[in-house]
């Protein structure tokens, strides 16, 4: 199975900070590579997937990147409701894996 | 509007089966693979199973392999997933998900339901 580990694990922040968060595969997946948002007590929410393509309706102060093993998603611009639990997913092979998620608080 | 609405939650002792349900509208149901994940308490997310659109290449995760079953009744538009000899550590949130694919292996969950929370306990 492909391990996916995500780091850091939670970050604090400042509205209008950039943040990066990283998801790293534990063999090469291409760019099979898919990015959520969670809100306490909702499903999740697809931002990116195919490791850079933006989801519609999504706001492009989200963006993704990287390929292989080695994946990033960076907020530049932090805004208030962008805190949230961030997990990456990788759909290269199954049993399909997420990342063990990325919370992101304010400081 | 695409909506998923699952069902059949509920308390349940070790040992035992139950049977959670999802309905989808506001889309063309049998064109779509489906999956269900799931988030145990204070927990991530843990992919459990999907189905493709035909009820064709079927998945699990290896912790429900042998105990969970996954199928569809298109004409219902209806997903279930049949959970058998459950344990304690199958206590979670189950979400209905639907897939897009995009080439090969890649696809991606763009509509989740609210879940339906199973509780495994004696």
């Known amino acids: 199975d492909i391990q996916m580990t995500q780091s850091p694990s939670s970050l604090s922040a400042s509205v209008g900070d950039r943040v990066t968060i990283a998801c790293r595969a534990s063999?090469?997946?291409?760019?099979?590579l898919n990015w959520y948002q969670q809100k306490p007590g909702k499903a999740p929410k697809l931002l990116i997937y195919f490791a850079s393509s933006l989801q519609s309706g999504v706001p492009s102060r989200f963006s993704g990147g990287g390929s292989g093993t080695d994946f990033t998603l960076t907020i530049s611009g932090l805004q208030a409701e962008d805190f949230a639990t961030y997990f990456c997913?990788?759909?290269?092979?199954?049993?399909?894996?997420f990342g063990g998620g990325t919370m992101v608080e304010i400081k | 509007e695409v909506q998923l609405v699952e069902s059949g939650g509920g308390l349940v002792q070790p040992g035992r089966s139950l049977r959670v349900s999802c309905v989808g509208t506001?889309?063309?149901?049998?064109?779509?693979?489906m999956h269900w994940v799931r988030q145990a308490p204070g927990k991530g997310l843990e992919w459990v199973s999907g189905i493709g659109w035909s009820s064709g290449n079927i998945g699990y995760a290896d912790s429900v392999k042998g105990r969970f079953t996954i199928s569809r009744d298109n004409a219902k538009n209806s997903l279930y997933l049949q959970m058998n000899s459950l344990r304690t550590e199958d206590t979670a949130l189950y979400f209905c998900t639907r897939s897009v694919v995009i080439s090969g292996p890649g696809q991606y969950f763009n509509f989740w339901g609210q879940g339906t929370l199973v509780t495994v306990s004696s």
């Open positions: 506001g889309f063309t149901f049998e064109e779509y693979a």
């Open positions: 997913q990788q759909t290269y092979s199954a049993p399909l894996t």
């Open positions: 063999q090469t997946i291409s760019t099979y």
